[in-house]
């Protein structure tokens, strides 16, 4: 998946997540999708790269790093808790489906109880 088609897919399954919003607290160039305030991913290009950025496990984190040439630490983020995806061929669909799923869980996770099930549909 090159990087253009790993953004606009990754648009798209945002989008999605319940109660996700979409905004620009950084300017234009950086597309930020937040779940109750909090951010869970943000996509931006680095230098002509296009580039998402992710919520992450940590001990997942490390794997995915050494699984995936494409997955790297966060950028200009908290290398222990967020990833940066890249295009390239190591990445499906499915895989970068999964990742935003896991950064939208982690998010959630972290907030009031009450917050969660309001967020989660039963």
């Known amino acids: 998946m090159n990087g253009d088609a790993l953004v606009a897919h990754a648009l798209r399954v945002a989008q999605e997540y319940p109660f996700a919003e979409h905004c620009w607290p950084f300017g234009p160039e950086y597309d930020v999708f ?5 951010i869970f991913m943000i996509a931006m290009s680095l230098r002509g790269r296009p580039l998402i950025s992710l919520k992450a496990d940590p001990a997942l984190s490390l794997l995915h790093q050494a699984i995936y040439p494409s ?11 967020w990833i940066s995806v890249y295009g390239g061929d190591d990445i499906q669909p499915d895989l970068l489906e999964s990742l935003i799923d896991a950064s939208w869980h982690l998010v959630v996770d972290k907030l009031p109880k009450s917050r969660q099930k309001r967020l989660r549909p039963a």
């Open 71 to 81: 997955v790297q630490p966060g950028y200009h983020l908290n290398k222990k808790h």
């Open 34 to 38: 937040k779940v109750d305030g909090k």
